[in-house]
DNA sequence: CTAATTAAAGACTTCGTGAATCTATAATAT
DNA sequence: ATATTATAGATTCACGAAGTCTTTAATTAG
């Protein structure tokens, strides 16, 4: 059990578009650069961004993508879910004679488990992360974009 | 991101166990046949709990599986650690130009949600488990074992 | 000692999905 | 019109989960 890649880069790509200034918008070819990623591929994780909402996108010479959400706003919680859904962790799929038929035990505890997981994830914003960047990388972002 | 069944039929199998009398060993057919699943396949499963300490196996006629550790003493994570391993749900394998070089900030917040996750896990025993089942049901697995 | 029983181990198959590529197509700006 | 950029679709590839089959080893009963 391990989370995608794609997660990996949405999460960075989020963080990234963050340090840029405000109404900058930055193709899809830097984005992958920096991340080691074919553009084809990112663009795809990226499409799910913009149809979640979190970001957003124009075709065309000055087009590319940028944040549209405020970085408090954004959750890590948010963006894992836009990439890989949101069903549960664990489904017991057994027929219960052992237990009750209804509930499963054992799936309630991994399911309060994930939830404390989860409350945690949603704990933690874009923001969050932002604060912890050094203001020299975030300089260099932003006179590599200008 | 999904919990394996493997991991499913280990924590079913265990608390199986847990229920029967003490002393009581079992064969494979009988637990794979209450999971649905194949004994050639459940074999697979029980022999990880096996080398990881929990039951203990016997051949022959009278041979079979049964619990050698208090089930106050099982955590659910012992047995998901034995099953899917101990290795983190989440790697940033990037190469980072955006935060430090060794630590990358988005990665100690995705360890920081598996381990409130984990604490959970910890914290819940097998035992918790028994204390749910309805005494009725556990007369009757103890009935169709003796 | 032999036959039956049982788990363990290894090789193998199947299937689904993550990860990625390639090739259009659509939209936009100069 | 042309270049630029994202989107969508088809397709490929690799890997691991899930499971089967067969053989081997250990144990007990007769």
């Known amino acids: 059990m391990k989370y995608s890649k794609a ?13 840029l200034p405000p109404g900058k918008t930055i ?6 650069e920096a991340q080691k990623v074919s553009p084809t591929y990112l663009s795809k994780v990226l499409t799910k ?17 940028q944040l549209i959400k405020d970085a408090k706003d954004i959750t890590f919680l948010d963006i894992i879910h836009a990439i890989e859904g949101t069903t549960s962790l664990f489904n017991c799929g057994l027929d219960h004679t052992i237990h009750d038929r209804q509930n499963c035990f054992i799936e309630k505890v991994m399911n309060e488990a994930e939830q404390k997981m989860e409350d945690y994830l949603r704990s933690q914003t874009i923001e969050h992360i932002l604060q912890k960047v050094d203001k020299n990388i975030v300089n260099r972002i932003r006179s590599v974009v200008n």
Do not use: Q, R
């Open 49 to 65: 961004l913009v149809k979640s909402g979190f970001i957003e996108s124009g075709t065309g010479v000055n087009g590319g993508y």
């Open 7 to 19: 997660t990996n880069y949405a999460l960075h790509t989020i963080v990234y578009l963050a340090l």
């Open 27 to 32: 193709g899809v070819k830097p984005l992958a």
